[in-house]
């Protein structure tokens, strides 16, 4: 048998060539169909909103704060701004907290209570809008965690780290936990973080004219105002309630920018999911023809054998012998094929499933074309053979 | 019992027709060879006649067990050879019997040496018996400088010789020739009638299928056929 497989394989030396030109270019489709389409999508902007965000860096608002003029006034601003009703003004700003061995929180926010409220962030028993404040005059902190201290603290219990504000200790006592599985959404990144094992600070409570509550009142001005109004109306809005205050320059900036960009590429990632569809019926069509490309080549070099299984019939080959060489053929050219197909997949970083999908194929290939010559042989090869033309 | 024995046998084929709506059509068949019956002792040398489309090569189909009856019983050597695994089939086809037909059916990519020496190679005979076999075949009818040459590079008369060489490999003792002369000339044709009758005269069986009478007068009976039937 292996004599007769070698007679075939030699006879037809061209066409197997040609097969397995073809085979690479098929796993070629392949590697094509695998491309990953779309990614996953981040979680958008709330529709209609408009991002604004404003902060403190101003040289002449930084050097009147730091000298400590006009305390009174920006914390009038600061007031303000985050308790306009024409808009959610939503302050996160982080901070680091330190222990006496190490870092022992790894996020930590400063948040008005506006954060909570906006992202629907609830503690159990708890209300944001009395229960959450802390004294900066009087260095009384209160501090909320997130759902994964649970089982370190409870309600009630105080504990001490350095370098919040100075490099003083400072005590924190928890006022609540934060439930499980609650998230707020970066504005800029648009990821939704899960709020499990961050530490929240409030930004807003009583505040001394010294250097420590400076500084807070500096970091506190960095937040997101979301509003449905455009971003040069809110921006008019913070110049109206700078001038009503009597101070100004907060540096404001239009987000809506980022968020244009991310609209952008949203429409396109949507284009692109339209184009990637198109792509794959598309391949996926030329994957069915090439498959019967392959197919109707095995079966023709298949059949053009036939006169010479008919004389093997004769020659005292039974029929089964013969499906055990034509078997062992297409199963041959087949593996070799798919050999090939391996590795082109693998150099083109084709995945598991694309190799997978691809073995389905040549499995189906292998059926059809043995099938295909098993009725040719059954059919043809007899009558070719026998019978005189007179 | 006799060498070969036909009874009743019958091949039916099934025309299957494309179904009409609202109607059952079976498929219709075609009787090719009806109710056969025949008894051949060895040695014998028949000739069957009759027009195209009559059955002989059907006939020579059966007994060569390249076709299954539909009905009636085959016996070869007083063995039921309708009762033959695919096997024993392929053995029986392999060592006792010997093809010759109209278009010699020759692997066109193998040698001469190789055609001829096919149906060893389906057995476990070693390369240098197999030498001497083919090479003897080869002297014998004449073609031993034609052993490496490929069956494009032949004569029709020698490539009908290579046909009977390699029916004459595994020494059988039935050859069945279906149009044998069919497609040479006259005097190669001749040629080749003489050596099967040769060969008949060394105590082969032949049956030989043929339209010819000329073919057929060198058998030492005839037998007609029309319709599947022996007139």
């Known amino acids: ?390 | 019992m006799s060498y070969i024995q036909l009874d009743n046998l019958t091949v039916e084929y099934n025309i299957i027709k494309r179904k009409r709506k609202n109607t059952d059509e079976s498929p219709s068949k075609k009787i090719a060879l009806n109710n056969i019956n025949l008894s051949l002792e060895n040695g014998d040398f028949i000739a069957i006649m009759g027009k195209s489309g009559c059955g002989k090569t059907t006939l020579l189909n059966v007994i060569g067990t390249l076709l299954k009856p539909s009905a009636g019983d085959f016996y070869y050597n007083d063995i039921l050879v309708n009762n033959l695994n695919e096997k024993a089939l392929s053995d029986y086809r392999n060592s006792e019997v010997g093809f010759v037909v109209q278009h010699y059916a020759l692997v066109d990519d193998m040698t001469v040496y190789d055609n001829i020496a096919l149906p060893l190679s389906f057995r476990h005979i070693s390369k240098k018996e197999i030498k001497e076999r083919v090479s003897s075949l080869l002297n014998k009818l004449d073609i031993s400088d034609k052993a490496l040459n490929y069956p494009f590079e032949l004569s029709g008369g020698e490539k009908q010789r290579v046909a009977i060489a390699r029916a004459l490999i595994n020494n059988p003792s039935l050859i069945l020739a279906d149009e044998p002369t069919g497609a040479l000339d006259e005097a190669t044709g001749k040629e080749v009638m003489n050596l099967l009758k040769s060969l008949n005269k060394k105590g082969i069986t032949i049956i030989l299928a043929t339209h010819d009478s000329d073919v057929a007068s060198y058998a030492n009976k005839i037998l007609r056929m029309r319709d599947g039937s022996f007139i």
């Open chain 1, 1 to 390: 048998m292996i004599k007769e497989l070698k007679r075939l394989l030699r006879k037809n030396m061209f066409l197997y060539i040609f097969l397995l030109l073809l085979t690479s270019a098929f796993s070629f489709v392949f590697v094509l169909l695998d491309n990953p389409g779309k990614e996953d999508g981040y979680a958008g902007p709330i529709s209609g909103m408009y991002n604004t965000y404003i902060s403190s860096y101003d040289l002449s608002y930084n050097a009147y704060l730091k000298n400590g003029l006009s305390f009174d006034k920006y914390t009038d601003l600061f007031n303000s701004l985050s308790t306009y009703d024409k808009w959610e003004y939503v302050t996160q700003t982080s901070f680091p907290i330190k222990t006496d061995d190490d870092v022992f929180f790894s996020d930590n926010l400063l948040v008005t209570n506006n954060f909570f409220s906006h992202y629907g962030i609830t503690a159990e028993n708890f209300d944001f809008n009395t229960g959450f404040s802390s004294s900066y005059a009087e260095k009384t902190y209160s501090i909320v965690l997130g759902s994964d201290y649970k089982s370190m603290y409870s309600v009630g219990d105080e504990f001490t780290t350095f370098d919040f504000l100075t490099d003083e200790e400072t005590t924190f006592t928890i006022v609540a936990f934060v439930d499980k599985d609650c998230y707020y959404t970066d504005p800029y990144s648009k990821e939704k973080i899960s709020c499990d094992n961050y530490s929240f600070i409030p930004i807003l409570g009583e505040l001394a004219n010294n250097r420590d509550c400076r500084d807070l009142l500096e970091k506190s001005f960095s937040g997101f105002i979301f509003s449905e109004k455009s971003f040069f109306e809110v921006e008019k809005e913070i110049r109206f309630l700078e001038n009503e205050v009597g101070i100004g320059s907060l540096k404001v900036v239009d987000t809506d920018n980022t968020y244009r960009y991310q609209e952008w590429s949203k429409r396109y990632e949507r284009m692109s999911d339209e184009v990637y569809d198109y792509i794959n019926k598309v391949t996926w069509i030329l994957s069915i023809c090439l498959a019967l490309i392959i197919g109707f080549l095995l079966t023709s070099i298949l059949y053009k054998e036939s006169y010479t299984w008919g004389i093997y019939l004769m020659c005292g080959r039974s029929i089964s012998d013969i499906q055990k060489i034509l078997l062992s053929f297409v199963l041959s050219l087949c593996l070799i094929c798919d050999l090939v197909s391996i590795i082109v997949i693998c150099l083109s970083k084709g995945s598991l499933i694309c190799i997978a999908k691809l073995q389905f194929m040549y499995l189906v290939i292998v059926a059809i074309s043995y099938l295909a010559c098993h009725r040719v042989l059954k059919i043809n090869s007899l009558s070719l053979l026998i019978g005189g033309k007179e």
